[in-house]
């Protein structure tokens, strides 16, 4: 559904244990899929995990958790857009990292909070600049006019790739990033109205 030259690339951290783990959608909560974006597939084994958490099971879309992140994102995109097709037409989905985290006793882990000191400093390294790459090829070949980065996060990694794209071509003539606040209900400010303080944000981003 991708299309060139978006007005906004928005860019999430990574997969939520009920929204992408599940659908490989960006903040893609089951109900939103299905309803909104019209998607609905069955998740075979061999796409799944080798090994799964007990207590976090890749179900696809028959998973019957809900998503607050991905409720909220798709909910909002359908109130602002009214249908798939005019969404795609405006804007495109992105996450950061692709991968999903959890430590032992099944809690979702943000990029922000992997450990990187010691023997993990490497790896921290590795994904860092993995992710950071994907995104650079995603804003290359997407051209969006802005890149919006859900929380603090993904806005902070969104600008450290501009720069990079910026140093290696020396031009400014690439998108501007912005950051608006992430849909997680841990977030108190989320959860007084995410929809309109998001509006308010971005009015600007869809005015002709």
């Known amino acids: 559904m991708a299309r060139a030259a978006p007005r906004v690339l928005f860019v999430g951290m990574n997969p939520g244990p009920f929204g992408m783990a599940q659908t490989g959608i960006p903040f893609g909560e089951v109900a939103a899929v299905k309803d909104f974006l019209g998607i609905d597939a069955r998740v075979a084994r061999i796409t799944a995990p080798t090994h799964m958490h007990a207590k976090r099971p890749v179900l696809g879309f028959a998973c019957q958790r809900s998503e607050v992140s991905g409720a909220r994102v798709w909910s909002w995109a359908r109130e602002r857009f009214g249908t798939r097709a005019k969404f795609f037409q405006h804007a495109f989905m992105w996450n950061w990292c692709p991968l999903a985290f959890m430590s032992a006793s099944s809690a979702n882990l943000t990029p922000d909070k992997l450990p990187r000191g010691g023997r993990n400093a490497k790896m921290a390294r590795e994904l860092s600049a993995a992710c950071d790459e994907a995104l650079a090829a ?71």
Do not use: C
């Open 138 to 208: 995603a804003i290359t070949a997407l051209q969006p006019a802005h890149v919006v980065g859900f929380g603090a996060f993904a806005a902070k990694r969104a600008q450290l790739v501009m720069n990079g794209m910026r140093a290696a071509v020396e031009t400014d003539a690439l998108p501007n990033v912005l950051q608006v606040l992430h849909p997680s209900p841990a977030s108190p400010a989320a959860n007084r109205g995410w929809a309109p303080q998001i509006d308010r944000a971005l009015a600007h981003l869809w005015a002709r």
